[in-house]
């Protein structure tokens, strides 16, 4: 939601500029641009919440209890 001060954006920029351009196999320059599009855009936190709304859904319809560090959880991350 952008309430960030800009240093605080500046590293969420980075850290994710750099996992998305590591994914995708383009330089960081290009990651960051992408990463600050998704992010001012709003975009980044429809996906996150699709994503909750998602494993929530799968937690649901996945027995996962024999293991026991996700106490019936599924989790699951996408790099977009």
């Known amino acids: 939601n952008n309430k960030g001060t800009n ?5 969420i920029f980075a850290n994710s500029g750099l996992a998305i ?3 995708l196999g383009i330089s960081l320059n290009e990651g960051i641009e992408k990463a600050k599009e998704s992010l001012l855009s709003n975009q980044a936190l429809k996906t996150f919440n699709n ?4 494993s929530k859904y799968l937690s649901t319809s ?3 209890n024999q293991y026991p ?3 019936g959880k599924a989790l699951f ?3 977009w």
């Open 69 to 71: 560090i996700s106490q």
């Open 51 to 54: 994503l909750k709304k998602y």
């Open 21 to 23: 351009s590591t994914a």
């Open 62 to 64: 996945i027995p996962c």
């Open 7 to 11: 240093s605080q954006n500046e590293v």
């Open 77 to 79: 991350l996408l790099v």
